[in-house]
């Protein structure tokens, strides 16, 4: 618990290279941006994987180094396959931490865990938003103020169709006139899961330090907690009784 | 709200027809035995299916015309297809309820809704088992004792690998030393769940008048409780600002 | 469960005769728009009581007559007595729904049932107000848009210093820039609680068809659920093994 | 985050002093066998305090230099005083973490906090406790095997009449039948609080390294994040608009 998590931080790396207005944004790549970030808050294991990489840059091996895996996705959501998809789900049932940004909300991995449409509504039209804290106790929300000035981003709408979240962190305010719940936890396995709206590809937002030290928070919290493990798979043969039966 | 809801109740009715031990149990069918106590705690339209009817008994048609469905489902879970797991699916997203019974918890409709791997311990050794009630104010606990004295069961233990339920409202002690949370609230779009763990095939638990009650009680709370519709699905477009850009 | 529940309407009943923009806006006094809008959603038991009636107007005889408490306070929340207090607190208890509802926050009642400060931000500016559905399969829910219009009213904002709910409803947005958790699900004892924000004692709020249909939808909800009562209190003998000792 | 939190051991140290049973297996107070158990696990600021040193051993000093207080009560719970409750309350809704041990769940300040009769069924009848790990992935489960062996000790039962607790990581098998909640974590304002079952004064289970290993757990999770100050108590004033109205 004391050392700092590997962290891998993976993204889909299409958009830098297809769209130049997205290229200005993210010269090297918004999973730079993210890297950067958490090294500036002092995470010491970070590693960047990127969709066009072998095996979609999450191999087995890689998986079996990261702790807490971070995922930007949007345009080439179909382009993950479903071995990726699995290779990360049983990771994260086994313990390791999956923080999905923005778009992710519509990844394959993200539906999967969840089991709903992960849907919403969105607007691009430089929505100025402003993220509150509703859980100034929780970790993700250590050393931030009371509320992100984050200024202008796409705009997500309620109602977002997730799992009501195990701890809500984050209230997004869009100038627009609507709200989002834009930081929520969940527990799958023993793995947990840390979902944070902002981040479209065409804003600086991952270059804000609030929203730099929220993600950084976020793979503290997520990293594997070290219990006992998760419930053998699969359930194949039953157990003896741990005490002799009593007389009923 | 106030009428009574259309319930479903569906059996893979495989055992009854297979083992004879079974079919002592139920001569008519774990579906008859359980659609015989929701009437007679009240409900008014039940209706049985099972999976070797048409379109796996859970046509569209059958669907849209039920508000809650309840699931028995052991030796042939692999056999319920893709699609009838989709449909299923898309109707609780939309607002019916469903009520997942045992050995259901490895069915492939409730590991698609929880997204986890749904494992457990298991024994068949005529544990003793008795439910607690541990949230008397829930309406599916509603006209129980403090427990329900079930008696001999095959055993499930914990860890159970499911998401933490937005409500626990039962847990079970077992004889032979483990404990259970036997009886688990979910919500997944706008569809309510209900898991509740008793019903082995070789014990006549669902002739158990709180385990009935038990069951009547859920498939009154699952209901569909009539809000706005669920985010459209695909969210293929933008919404306008539902209010003039404030001056950012 | 099917009947309807016995509503007792409670208001502090003091803005209404002490200052004139109040009465003219609730010239009956704002128990008697809340019991109007109850009514017109189909509740047929509903009474109001006021602070400054015999026993504060919640005797003993009344709340053992009452199934759901609505609970309407500003400026004379240090008027209500501790005995009052607990006589309201035990029957929350005993499975008595309550709805606080706007300032009601600050309430002796709502801070001693939540074990927190219950402080929030606020301001009287009328800012413009919107009400999103978060949770849109909640019986509260029932019969809503995904968003209610509500318009000027005052701004309550996050930090809202209240237990994480067990049910989050609503959040509302703020045209000033702020959000806040608007309509949260509790329960204490056997006893659920709904606090809903809107209706500031200068605005029409309570006429609004949408906001009475939520304290109907509450009331509803609310309402004892009818499970095994709570532990005796107090629990002043232990209670003997509900089975003989097994041989550990 | 990182630097180990300061946490002070108190306990009403009577049995100790007034029963030889006790002292027999608490020669030196049941905080000095608590105390001892956080140290063998790591924690570097560890201290006590009693009931009986001025006042109550928490005065405000103390207090404010307590990052996590664990809290052992039973025989003398009467004897703490409001100004103690209201020292100690305050201080969690500010961040500082509290442990409620076994019969602090009828401790003024539990009470105080959790805003429910915190009632339960208890026998002394030398029942075997086994603590199953329902959170696997729960950092307070760090290091442990799927279930404690606890041996004998004191029975508690449900229904435990507390709020559904936001994370619920053990629950308890007894031999006489019953199941307990004994895993259960809160927030309330900044606070972190996690009740933790066993401990009755004739049993040596502060002795036993899984109990203590959850304690130590405990202590490290409820130590305060770091997060935004709650909101001002008093919220004696209105705040301004963060931004421009919009034109409503």
């Known amino acids: 618990m004391n050392s700092e998590p590997r962290v891998t931080v ?8 297809s769209h130049p207005a ?6 090297q790549g918004i999973h730079a941006a993210i ?8 995470l010491t294991h970070v590693r960047t994987a990127t969709l066009d990489e072998p095996e979609q840059g ?4 890689v998986l079996a180094e990261t702790d807490v895996l971070t ?12 071995a990726t998809v699995q290779r990360v789900r049983e990771r994260v049932w086994d313990g390791m931490g999956l923080i999905v940004l923005h778009s992710g909300h519509y990844s394959k991995i993200f539906k999967a865990l969840m089991g709903t449409p992960c849907e919403l509504y969105w607007r691009e039209a430089d ?5 509150w804290v509703v859980d100034p106790g929780h970790p ?7 509320h992100i000035e984050v200024g202008p981003e796409e705009m997500y709408g309620e109602h977002f169709d997730v799992p009501a979240p195990d701890h809500l962190v984050f209230i997004s305010w869009f100038s627009g006139g609507e709200v989002f719940r834009s930081g929520c936890c969940y527990t ?9 709206r902002p981040g479209h590809e065409t804003y600086p937002t991952y270059f804000h330090a609030d929203v730099r030290r929220v993600i950084a928070n976020a793979a503290r919290w997520a990293a594997p907690a070290g219990g006992p493990p998760p419930t053998p798979r699969p359930s194949d043969r039953p157990v003896p009784p741990l005490e002799p039966m009593s007389g009923y």
């Not at 999450?58 to 091996?61: C, F, G, K, P, T």
């Not at 993700?140 to 009371?146: C, F, M, S, T, V």
């Not at 799958?188 to 944070?196: A, Q």
């Open 22 to 27: 997205v290229a200005a944004v993210y010269p």
């Open 10 to 17: 993976w993204n889909e790396y299409r958009h830098e290279q």
């Open 71 to 82: 995922w930007w996705g949007h345009m080439a959501h179909g382009d993950v396959t479903d």
């Open 58 to 61: 999450l191999s087995a091996a």
């Open 127 to 131: 929505d100025h938003e402003r993220i």
């Open 140 to 146: 993700i929300a250590a050393g931030l103020p009371n």
């Open 188 to 196: 799958r396995g023993s793995g947990k899961i840390f979902y944070f």
């Open 35 to 42: 890297a950067e970030g958490l090294r500036r808050n002092g």
